[in-house]
Every structure is written in structure tokens, then in C-alpha cells.
């Protein structure tokens, strides 16, 4: 026999339904997916320095050393994110499939999914883990121009023929700790009377050194292997070899033209970012866990 509550259709009483829950369940079941992906490409940064810097051994130079080194970190990184969140994706995606009822009283440990949310987090930040080793590194370049250096003496350790010259102290730059510097340079001779062009620089002829802006000469080091060991101003300083001296020997009556370009890059700009976003990953990995095996419980008769 069927009995109708006669209050089930009375005009302005609705009966309460429960919001699908599909895009909560489609994210459980990516989460690890994903994590899966993200650890794979970190095996395969890893991988890849690791062999690089293993077969050169002590070999390498300072700036390819540092870059060896980031990508190692990185790959680190997002391995251990990657890890976490498949663990914990799997992990969630059981107990709250076990836990499932349907239709758990409002409030309740069963009713809240709040570790959902952390898991999406928790997939956001891994994401971005991985997404932030494939930006463009932050870079400034800079054109010298000739009439952009000025005569040096020699620098302290640095005891040659030829002639020093430094770029004028406005076109210094700002090179943050672990800061990579390329330079080109170029130079040329050309006669004070014909204004022929004589000849051309050439390796062995110059060689471009980067030092502090606020002691020049003391301590440069060669361009193409420096890392700023702290954050300062930097300028450019050039050794032309050619001849005794500019004005000497060979390069007696002529004019030489100095130009450069320096590109500094910053490749660690990201590593604190990745590095914070890993560890709070994880963290609300742990914390979805947590919450996942509390509303398992919490849902048990």
C-alpha cells in the first residue's frame, strides 16, 4: 500500500538534494595521474644532470657547473612533489570511495570535503613546480659602445702588455648572488689618416673580464665562465693585447674601436618559489590524507 506525505508536494516545502559530486571525483581520480607525470619529469631533469655533471667530473666551468646544479635541483623538486601527490591522490581517492554515503547528515565529518580542496592545492602548486623550470630566465642586456670605456692601469693581479679599459661606472650593472654573465666583444683598428680599417680583433687579442663597479681592479674574473658570487654592482672591463701598448708597435697611428654586449641572466630567480611551493605541496598533500581517512572514519555506522 502507498501512503503520499502529504506534505511532499505542498506548494513552497522543497526537499533538499545534494550537489553531484563529479568534478570532485573527476579531480580525485587526476590527482595522482598527475603526480605520476610531474615525478616522471623530474626522474628525467635529474637523469639529465646528473649524467652531464658525473662524466665531466671537476671539468666543468663555474657557470655550466651552476646550471647542472639548478636543473638537479628542479628535478629534485618536482620529484618529490610528484611523488607526494600521487601517493597521496591514490590514497584520498580510496578512502573517500570507501567512505561514500549517500546522503550523510549535513555537518558532518562525512558531509565535509574540505580535503578535496587541499588536493586541488595541492595539484596547483605541483603544477606550477614544474611550469616555473620552463619560464624565461629574467635577462638585461647591455650595448657598449667605444665611447662608453675609458683607460684602466692594469689591475693587481692581472700583470700584461696591452691596454686595459673599463665601461664608464652609468653602464654598470646589478648582477644578483649566482647571476650568469655573456660578453662580446669586439675590436678594431682603423688609420688616423686614411681612416682604412687596419685589422680586427681576434681570440688571443682581447679578453672581456667582469669586476666589481666599486673596486675595478681588484680581482676581475674572465667573462665567459662568471657567476656573481654576491649581489652587487658589476662592470666591464676589456684587455686589448694586440701591441705593447695601444698607441705602440703595430697600432701606432691608429684609432681603435671598442663595442661590447654583456646579457646577464638570472637563473635561480625561480628556486625559492619552486622550493616553497614543493614543500607546502606536500604539506597539503599530508593534510588531505589526513582529512580523507578522518571523514573514512567519521562515516563508518
Not at 570532485?24 to 623530474?42: D, E, M, N
Not at 591522490?89 to 570511495?97: E, K, L, N, T
Request: glycine residues 12%.
Amino acid at each position: 500500500m502507498l501512503v503520499n506525505d502529504p506534505g511532499a508536494n505542498r506548494p513552497g516545502v522543497s526537499v533538499p538534494t545534494r550537489e553531484p559530486e563529479r568534478p570532485r571525483r573527476s579531480l580525485l581520480r587526476a590527482a595522482p595521474w598527475i603526480g605520476l607525470f610531474v615525478t616522471g619529469i623530474g626522474l628525467v631533469q635529474v637523469g639529465w644532470a646528473a649524467k652531464d655533471l658525473f662524466a665531466s667530473g671537476s671539468s666543468l666551468d663555474p657557470r655550466t657547473s651552476l646550471e647542472l646544479g639548478l636543473l638537479l635541483d628542479q628535478g629534485a623538486l618536482s620529484s618529490l612533489s610528484g611523488a607526494a601527490l600521487a601517493i597521496g591522490g591514490f590514497s584520498v581517492d580510496r578512502g573517500g570511495g570507501r567512505a561514500h554515503t549517500p546522503n550523510p547528515p549535513a555537518g558532518s565529518i562525512a558531509d565535509n570535503g574540505w580535503h578535496r580542496s587541499l588536493l586541488a592545492m595541492a595539484v596547483l602548486l605541483t603544477l606550477g613546480v614544474v611550469v616555473l623550470s620552463a619560464f624565461p630566465t629574467p635577462s638585461n642586456a647591455i650595448a657598449y659602445a667605444p665611447r662608453d670605456f675609458d683607460p684602466l692601469p692594469p689591475p693587481a693581479n692581472l700583470t700584461t702588455y696591452g691596454g686595459y679599459f673599463v665601461a664608464r661606472p652609468r653602464l654598470g650593472f646589478w648582477g644578483d648572488r649566482g647571476s650568469v654573465v655573456n660578453v662580446d666583444v669586439q675590436v678594431t683598428w682603423t688609420d688616423s689618416r686614411t681612416g682604412a680599417v687596419l685589422f680586427g680583433g681576434a681570440p688571443g687579442n682581447f679578453t672581456a673580464y667582469v669586476a666589481s663597479a666599486s673596486s675595478p681592479r681588484e680581482s676581475p674574473s674572465i667573462a665567459s665562465t662568471f657567476v656573481a658570487p654576491a649581489s652587487r654592482f658589476y662592470v666591464l672591463i676589456v684587455w686589448v693585447g694586440r701591441c705593447p701598448t695601444p698607441t705602440s708597435g703595430a697600432c701606432a697611428n691608429t684609432t681603435m674601436a671598442l663595442q661590447a654586449q654583456s646579457h646577464t641572466t638570472v637563473p635561480t630567480i625561480y628556486l625559492p618559489a619552486q622550493v616553497g611551493g614543493s614543500i607546502f605541496g606536500v604539506a597539503l598533500v599530508i593534510a588531505a590524507t589526513a582529512g580523507s581517512r578522518a571523514r573514512s572514519q567519521g562515516a563508518r555506522p
